[in-house]
T-cell receptor, first 112, second 114 residues
C-alpha cells in the first residue's frame, strides 16, 4: 500500500513564529515531492516542490527532503494569520505522470 | 490559472440517479485526473486519463466511470449515485515541472446525494 502520512493537527503557532509541518511516505523509490495549501472551501494550490535531498527555499517557505528517512517537511517562517490553512503533502511514487498520492493534510492555525 | 473549468460547481441529486461531472481544460494537456476529497480520507484518486480514450482506474474507482473523447474534456459519471458518493470532486491536470511533473487542480464540484 502506497501511503503518505501527516499529522492531522491542528497545529497552532503564534504570528511571527516558524511553523513546521511533517510528512512521511512509504515508497522508498519516490522521486518527486510537493506541498499544497488548501483554504477551507477552496481547491489545493501548489506552493513547493522538491526533488533532491536537502533544503529548498522559496520566500518564507522552506521544503526539506531526507530520502533515507523517507521524510519531507515544510517550514513557514514569520507565520501570518493568512497562512492558516490545511497543508497537503503529495508524493509521486512512480515516474513521469504517475498520479500523486496525497497525505490527509495538516491543519495549521496562526494566532494573531 | 491552469485553465481548468469544472461543471457543475454544485449539485444536489437523488439516490439512484446518474450524474456526470465535466472537466474542461484549455491548454491541451495530455494527463487529467479525478480526485475526491472527504473528511478523514484526504484526496483520493478515482480515475485518470493519459490521452484521448486512454483511461485507468485509481484507488476508489468503484461506482464511477470516465470518458475522454477529446483532449480538452474529461467526464466523470456516477452511474447510480449513492449517499457515500457525497463529496467534493476535483479535476486536475499534469504539468511538467523541473525533473518531474506536478498537478494543478480545478475549483472543485460539490456533490450532495440525498
Amino acid at each position: 500500500q502506497k501511503e503518505v502520512e501527516q499529522n492531522s493537527g491542528p497545529l497552532s503557532v503564534p504570528e511571527g513564529a516558524i511553523a513546521s509541518l511533517n510528512c512521511t511516505y512509504s515508497d522508498r523509490g519516490s522521486q518527486s515531492f510537493f506541498w499544497y495549501r488548501q483554504y477551507s472551501g477552496k481547491s489545493p494550490e501548489l506552493i513547493m516542490s522538491i526533488y533532491s535531498n536537502g533544503d529548498k527555499e522559496d520566500g518564507r517557505f522552506t521544503a526539506q527532503l531526507n530520502k533515507a528517512s523517507q521524510y519531507v517537511s515544510l517550514l513557514i517562517r514569520d507565520s501570518q494569520p493568512s497562512d492558516s490553512a490545511t497543508y497537503l503533502c503529495a508524493v509521486n511514487m512512480g515516474s513521469g505522470n504517475t498520479p500523486l498520492v496525497f497525505g490527509k493534510g495538516t491543519r495549521l492555525s496562526v494566532i494573531a | 490559472d491552469a485553465g481548468i473549468t469544472q461543471s457543475p460547481r454544485h449539485k444536489v441529486t437523488e439516490t439512484g440517479t446518474p450524474v456526470t461531472l465535466r472537466c474542461h481544460q484549455t491548454e491541451n494537456h495530455r494527463y487529467m485526473y479525478w480526485y475526491r476529497q472527504d473528511p478523514g480520507h484526504g484526496l483520493r484518486l478515482i480515475h485518470y486519463s493519459y490521452g484521448v480514450k486512454d483511461t485507468d482506474k485509481g484507488e476508489v474507482s468503484d461506482g464511477y466511470s470516465v470518458s475522454r473523447s477529446k483532449t480538452e474534456d474529461f467526464l466523470l459519471t456516477l452511474e447510480s449515485a449513492t449517499s457515500s458518493q457525497t463529496s467534493v470532486y476535483f479535476c486536475a491536470i499534469s504539468y511538467q515541472m523541473g525533473s518531474g511533473n506536478t498537478i494543478y487542480f480545478g475549483e472543485g464540484s460539490w456533490l450532495t446525494v440525498v
